[in-house]
T-cell receptor
């Protein structure tokens, strides 16, 4: 299956942590990605995690993967107004280079 | 390094008109993709080209055609535009190596009246 689910909206205050969640259905996914889309722009890769990892940290970003529940999360520490964007979760199916995207979570950061 | 370049950035068409969206990448990537983005629906794959000379349908190919002109360029054609094709269109490319991430262009915003 290729269903990738995300909640549509998240609103946080500046300085708080944001947690964006994603669920996927295909256990054969090997890489899971987080992309950021700012208004009027394309998608930019934020980070990714290989399916044999549980966690990956990159500065303010922490990715957690629960393979049993097929749940992926992106935590942004000390969220800033510049983090306001749409965040997409995506999975890929091995070396066939097929990618499946969630519907995106719009993060609104209030000053 | 330009990455993935899409033209035009904006386009307004009348129902029934045709147009071609252009995409070029300068990263020597093997695979290229066309997605459309609609509110609340995320990205849906229209067509992709795994390598030069090949193209395949994605989830929503109806009403579109593609051409992989060479390794760099992958165009998307709307033969007879319909209001349902009002969307933001993204081109993307990837090396083709195992699990490398997609690189996206900045999109073409198309309105069909």
């Amino acid at each position: 299956g290729e269903d990738v689910e995300q909640s549509l909206f998240l609103s946080v205050r500046e300085g708080d942590s944001s947690v964006i969640n994603c669920t996927y259905t295909d256990s054969s996914s090997t890489y899971l990605y987080w992309y950021k889309q700012e208004p009027g722009a394309g998608l930019q890769l934020l980070t990714y995690i290989f399916s044999n990892m549980d966690m990956k940290q990159d500065q303010r970003l922490t990715v957690l993967l629960n393979k049993k529940d097929k749940h992926l999360s992106l935590r942004i520490a000390d969220t800033q107004t510049g983090d306001s964007a749409i965040y997409f979760c995506a999975e890929s199916m091995g070396n066939f280079n097929k990618f499946y995207f969630g519907s995106g979570t719009k993060l609104n950061v209030k000053p | 390094n330009a990455g993935v370049t899409q033209t035009p950035k904006f386009q307004v068409l009348k129902t029934g008109q045709s147009m071609t969206l252009q995409c070029a990448q300068d990263m020597n990537h093997n695979s290229m993709y066309w997605y459309r983005q609609d509110p609340g629906m995320g990205l849906r794959l229209i067509y992709y080209s795994a390598s030069e000379g090949t193209t395949d349908k994605g989830e929503v190919p109806n009403g579109y055609n593609v051409s992989r002109l060479n390794k760099r360029e992958f165009s998307l054609r709307l033969e007879s535009a319909a209001p349902s094709q009002t969307s933001v269109y993204f081109c993307a490319s990837v090396t083709g190596e195992y699990n490398s991430p997609l690189h996206f262009g900045n999109g073409t915003r198309l309105t069909v009246t």
